[in-house]
C-alpha cells in the first residue's frame, strides 16, 4: 500500500463507469494504490458489488452530476459544480486525494482543475502533455490540447514544465529541450516557431538543442519537446492514427492467408508487446503540467487497463512530488526544482 | 511510349546522381515515359554510360550549377539561374518537358518553380500537397509546406486546388473537403482554423465535410483535408517517423527468436507488401499545386524506386491535365475544372 491516495472520476469516458471501476480496482490490487472512486455513488456501488471481493483502501465519494463528453466547456463550467471532475478536483485541492484521475471530457478538465487548484507562479496557462516512446525510452510532448491558440511566452513556460518533469519523473539530470519546427536549422519555420526559438535559446537554466522535425521525435535527440497546442494534438493524434492504421493493415495481412495465420500465431507475443509498446493504453494518462496539484488526463476511449495504467503514472507523479517547479515566477528565471511540494 | 515528357532533376537529392538517373531510366523502360535529365552533364553521361543499354528517349540537358540541400533559398534565388531546378522548371515552362520532378531543396525547388511558372490566377501562394493511404484507398493533403505562415483564405485556395486535383487524379466527382483541426465540431479549435472552417462553408462548389482530426486521416472521411503549411509538415512528418518507428520495432522484435525469424520468412511477401502501403517511396512526389505547370517535389532521401515511381505520376498528373483548375480567380467562384490545360 502507498501513501499516495488517487481520485478516480468513475463517470468519465466513454466506458464508464464500468471499464474506469475495473481499472482503478486493479490498480489498487496490482499495484496497492489507495483510491476513491468519485462519481454516482449507486452507479459506483453497483460495479463493486459485481466485482466481487474488494482490494483494500477503496473509498467512494458522491458527486452528483456528470459533465457529458461532447457538452462544452462553458456550460461545463456554469452547471457543473457538483460534477464528478469538480469534486475529484478539490479531492486533490484539500489534500484528501495525491492526484486525480479522468477520461472525462477533457476541456472540462482542464478548466475546472484549472479553476480549482490555480496555476503556479509564472505559469499563464497549464499544459497537456503526453510521454510517448522513443528508440531509448521515452519523451515528454507538450502542449498536446490544451491550450489551442498559444503565445510563444507560453511555450517558454511550458519548456520549464518540462524541464521540471524530465527530472523528476523521467530522471533526467539535464533535460535536452527541442521546438518542434518544419526544419532544423535555426531560422526555419513559422514565425512564431522563431520567435519560440530565440526566446528558448535566451532562457537560462535550459538545455535548448533546438529544432526536432516530425520525423525525428522518436529518434532520442531530446527529453521534452515543446509545441503549441494545435500542432501538439494535431502530431499526437495523427501519430495514433498512424499507429492504428498500421497495425490494421497488417492484421488485414496476416489473416489474408493460412500460412500467414499460423505464422501470425508464432510470433502473437512479439506482436502483442509490438502493440503494446505503441498503444496509448500502456502510458496512461497526459499529465496536466502547472496547476497546484497533480491531474491526468486519460484517453475518452480508454479501457480497464489504460485507467490502471493512469492510476499508476499518478500515484508515481505524486511520489515524485511531480507539482512544483517551485515558482517558475518568470520564465526568464530558472525555475528551482524541488522534490517536495506544495505552492499553493 | 507516352507522349509526355518528363524533365527530372538529375542533381537532386541525398543520392544524386546515381539514384536519381537510375531511377528515372527505370521509369522510362518500365513506363515507355521518355525523360530529360538535367543536371551537370559530364555526371549525367557517366551514370548513362555505367547503366548500359538505354531505353528509348531519354535525353540530357547540361545545368551548369547546383542548389545544395541546405542551401538558403534567398542564395538560392540569387546565384542559381543555372541551376538544374531553374533549367528544370523552364523546360516545362517553354512546353518541351509536360512536368518537372525533383529531390532536391524543396525550398529552392517551390521558389524557383513559381518564378518561372507563374502562379494560376486566384492563387497567392501554391501548395504542396502529398497523397497518403487510408482504408480505403488515398487522399491529398495539402499544404504540407510551401508556406510555412498561411492566411485563412490561403487555405480556401488550397480547397480548390484540392477539389481539381481529387476529381483529375483520384477520380473523384464531388471530392469531400475537410479542414485539419483539434476536434470534429464546429468551433473547435484555434482562432485560424475557426476563420478557415466558416470560409470553407461559405465557399461555393465544395463539398465541405467540416472538421477532421489527425487520428481520422486515413478513415476515408475526405478526398482532401486542407491545413496550413506548418502544421500539414509536422503531420506529415510525425506520420513517417511514426511509421518508421513501428516498422523498426517490428524488425527488431522478429530478429529476437529464432522462432520469429523463421515465421517472419513466412510472412515476408506480405510484410513487404505492407511496408509498400505506408512507404513514401511508393507515393513518389509531392505535387506542387497552383502554378502554371506541372512540378513534383521528392523526399530528399529518395531511392531510385521513388524516383521511378516520381516520374510516373508525373507523367499521370500531365496525362490528366492536372495544371488548371481553369481559374481560381477568386477562391468565392467555383473554379471550372477542364480537362485540358493552359493558362499563362
Do not use: W
Not at 463517470?11 to 471501476?21: K, L
Not at 463528453?69 to 452547471?79: F, T
Not at 495525491?98 to 482542464?110: E, Y
Amino acid at each position: 500500500m502507498t501513501e499516495f491516495r488517487i481520485a478516480v472520476d468513475a463517470m468519465g469516458g466513454d466506458n464508464a463507469p464500468a471499464a474506469v471501476v475495473a481499472g482503478a480496482l486493479s490498480a489498487a490490487r496490482d499495484y496497492g494504490i489507495p483510491i476513491t472512486l468519485v462519481g454516482d455513488e449507486k452507479a459506483i456501488r453497483a460495479e463493486l458489488s459485481a466485482a466481487g471481493r474488494l482490494p483494500s483502501g477503496v473509498e467512494v465519494v458522491h458527486a452528483s452530476d456528470v459533465v457529458a463528453m461532447d457538452e462544452h466547456v462553458s456550460s461545463a463550467m456554469r452547471q457543473r459544480r457538483g460534477s464528478s471532475i469538480s469534486v475529484g478536483t478539490h479531492l486533490v485541492k484539500d489534500g484528501t486525494a495525491a492526484a486525480f484521475v479522468s477520461a472525462g471530457n477533457s476541456g472540462a478538465v482542464m478548466a475546472l482543475a484549472t479553476l480549482t487548484l490555480g496555476r503556479l507562479r509564472g505559469v499563464d496557462r497549464p499544459a497537456l502533455g503526453t510521454v510517448f516512446p522513443n528508440s531509448r525510452g521515452r519523451f515528454l510532448l507538450l502542449d498536446v490540447g490544451a491550450n489551442a491558440d498559444s503565445k510563444p511566452t507560453y511555450l517558454v513556460q511550458f519548456a520549464y514544465l518540462g524541464h521540471a518533469y524530465a527530472q523528476q519523473v523521467l530522471r533526467v539530470q539535464n533535460p535536452r529541450i527541442g521546438l518542434l519546427n518544419i526544419g532544423e536549422e535555426q531560422g526555419k519555420g513559422s514565425e512564431f516557431a522563431r520567435e519560440v526559438f530565440d526566446l528558448l535559446a535566451a532562457s537560462p537554466g535550459l538545455n535548448f538543442v533546438g529544432n526536432i522535425e516530425g520525423k525525428d521525435l522518436t529518434h532520442d535527440i531530446a527529453d521534452v519537446v515543446v509545441t503549441d497546442g494545435f500542432t501538439g494534438n494535431v502530431a499526437i493524434k495523427t501519430a495514433e492514427g498512424t499507429a492504428e492504421f498500421i497495425l490494421r493493415e497488417m492484421r488485414t495481412l496476416l489473416t489474408s492467408k493460412l500460412q500467414y495465420k499460423l505464422a501470425a500465431l508464432v510470433l502473437r507475443p512479439a506482436l502483442l508487446r509490438l502493440r503494446a509498446r505503441i498503444d496509448y493504453a500502456e502510458y496512461g494518462g497526459a499529465p496536466l503540467l502547472g496547476l497546484n496539484g497533480i491531474v491526468l488526463i486519460s484517453h475518452g476511449r480508454s479501457d480497464a487497463q489504460a485507467i490502471r495504467a493512469a492510476v499508476r503514472l499518478a500515484s508515481e507523479y505524486a511520489a515524485a512530488g511531480l507539482v512544483c517547479p517551485a515558482g517558475i515566477e518568470s520564465y526568464t528565471v530558472p525555475p528551482l526544482i524541488s522534490g517536495s511540494g506544495d505552492e499553493s
